[in-house]
């Protein structure tokens, strides 16, 4: 069987990553002002971010039908006997949902995963499968493998501002408010597609010490006796300034040194809920031993 790997920019991978490496990569849809964008093709991060500091109006949104199944129709006629589509967790986007139902309808040709992951830890996801179809597993057990591991990923993210969640309805303006006055910054955590208030700290260096210290924490407990080359570490952000970014991946490196650490932006759908200079950390359980930069 020859079998075709496919996501979208949620995991982070660009279009030119994803044709370098023969993934295949969905636009995720992003709407500002009423207009549609697609990330990448019509809209860049710094567009975004741009229009996220004047405070637009931002949402994003699922992929259309016709979007899915014009790419899957696609591949399948490129010589792939299937493939394997994985998206966002179905606990923060219904477009798993609606693309299993699409699915149902390719007569098995077309393997839609809950992986429950999103960003850098998708992404691990994502290279996972295209390292086990090259090694001649099937959409089945590709399936298998990637679902099994779906909660051994946790992510940790602090926001910058509280402009964007507070749009959200997930925090009052008046606590927004208390919270930019004492400056505290929010750190979120996402398990398993559920996204959840993990702590609240006073400035950006502390948030990024208690980040550390919950991988520090997961790695002592839930990921114990596993060989750091079965792990990644990822690093992400919505960072505007280019060597402020370096310098957090730097940061990360040098506190979890043996470890492979993979950096990207958070796609355009994600920091359109979060907003600008955000800065994450993450660590997940990989199928394979070789990580791509």
């Excluded at 998206?87 to 149902?104: E, Q």
């Excluded at 992986?115 to 996801?125: A, G, K, Q």
């Excluded at 993979?262 to 359980?285: D, F, K, M």
């Amino acid at each position: 069987m020859k079998t075709a790997v496919m996501t979208d920019t949620n995991s982070g991978i660009s279009l030119e990553e994803g044709h370098r490496y023969g993934i295949y990569v969905l636009p995720m849809p992003v709407i500002i002002d009423g207009k549609d964008y697609l990330e990448e093709l019509t809209l860049t991060h710094d567009e975004l971010y741009k229009a996220l500091n004047e405070n637009r109006d931002i949402v994003s949104s699922q992929p259309s039908p016709g979007a899915l199944t014009e790419m899957w129709d696609r591949i399948l006629s490129e010589g792939y006997d299937e493939l394997v589509y994985i998206p966002m967790s179905s606990g923060l986007s219904g477009s798993c949902g609606t693309a299993k139902a699409l699915a149902g309808e390719y007569g098995g040709k077309v393997a839609v995963i809950d992986n429950h992951r999103i960003s850098i830890t998708l992404l691990d996801s994502v290279y996972d499968a295209k390292y086990l179809a090259n090694n001649g597993r099937n959409a089945a057990e590709i399936k298998e493998v990637l679902e099994k591991n779906a909660y051994q990923n946790d992510i940790y993210i602090t926001l910058q501002s509280l402009k964007r969640i507070t749009k959200t309805g997930r925090i009052t303006a008046a606590g927004a408010a208390i919270a930019t006055v004492l400056n505290l910054k929010p750190i979120l955590k996402i398990q398993g597609g559920k996204l959840d208030a993990y702590a609240r700290v006073r400035g950006m260096a502390s948030a990024e010490q208690k980040m550390f210290e919950a991988v520090h924490s997961d790695l002592e407990s839930k990921y114990a006796g596993i060989p750091k080359n079965k792990l990644s570490i990822g690093a992400a952000g919505t960072m505007e300034d280019k060597r402020a970014a370096k310098q957090w991946v730097d940061k990360v490196k040098a506190e979890f040194t043996g470890y492979k650490v993979t950096y990207r932006p958070l796609s355009c759908s994600i920091a359109c809920h979060i907003g600008t200079n955000t800065q994450g950390v993450a660590v997940g359980l990989t199928a394979r031993t070789l990580k791509i930069d």
